[in-house]
């Protein structure tokens, strides 16, 4: 099992431009979230989905996001019109199970840098 | 709000010394907490979690309600605990969504 797997690792973006995030999970897990690490932060909880449904997007900024989880393929992270603001880490993780006990863990990626300049 | 805060930013230490890293957490429920790891060019792992009461490369936490707390230790530190550690709180619900503290890098000196 190769893990959590995202791509690309860098990204480098103009300002104005449209950047998209791939995230594919473990073999056999139907769930996703992402999270974003700004400059000096710790990482924020953007949106948590399941195969093509968003379950919670709480904490995505209102505009110029968004996510999604088809069927098939992967979880793709966009941002469109991008700006100075949204360079950050992005980091999406996926579990198998959404409402379990204690035992349930979720497992990283590596990260996607997103450059804006 | 739920809340995780980490103080230090950064940890230096001498290999074999103790290591304290401290979390503290801000939450209204019963809190589940985790210890999270990124080694250099790694991914997040997670290091342990306070329910399971284990001890990880010798590393243990312990929760502390009365405190609002959930501190790293490890007795005698090695150089590849060199990493940033990242203290966690899970909201347990629909989302299981989990909130980071701002992390703390851990040095450990030759």
């Known amino acids: 099992n190769a893990g959590v797997m995202q791509n690309p690792r860098h990204l480098v973006r103009r300002r104005g431009q449209e950047a998209r995030l791939r995230c594919s999970p473990m073999?056999?897990?139907?769930?996703v979230y992402w999270y974003r690490q700004l400059p000096e932060e710790g990482l924020k909880f953007m949106v948590y989905?399941?195969?093509?449904?968003?379950?919670?997007e709480s904490g995505m900024p209102k505009e110029r996001f968004s996510a999604e989880f088809p069927k098939e393929g992967p979880s793709i992270l966009r941002i469109q019109q991008v700006v100075r603001g949204d360079s950050a880490a992005y980091f999406c993780?996926?579990?198998?199970?959404?409402?379990?006990?204690?035992?349930?863990?979720?497992?990283f990626g590596q990260g996607t840098r997103l450059t804006v300049v | 709000a739920q809340r995780v805060t980490q103080p230090e930013k950064l940890l230096s230490v001498f290999k074999g010394a103790p290591v304290e890293l401290k979390c503290n957490y801000s939450?209204?429920?019963?809190?589940?907490l985790f210890w999270y790891v990124q080694y250099s060019r790694q991914r997040l792992q997670l290091l342990l979690r306070?329910?399971s009461r284990e001890s990880i490369k010798g590393f243990t936490a312990d929760l502390n309600k009365g405190e609002t707390s959930f501190h790293l230790k490890k007795p005698f530190a090695q150089e590849e605990d060199s990493a940033m550690y990242y203290c966690?709180?899970?909201?347990?619900?629909?989302?299981?969504?989990?909130?980071f503290g701002t992390g703390t890098l851990l040095a450990v000196q030759p």
């Open positions: 993780a996926s579990s198998p199970l959404a409402k379990t006990g204690p035992n349930t863990e979720a497992f």
């Open positions: 073999k056999g897990h139907s769930h």
């Open positions: 989905l399941q195969k093509e449904n968003i379950i919670d």
């Open positions: 939450y209204s429920g019963s809190p589940e």
């Open positions: 306070h329910i």
């Open positions: 966690a709180l899970v909201l347990r619900g629909a989302t299981n969504k989990l909130i």
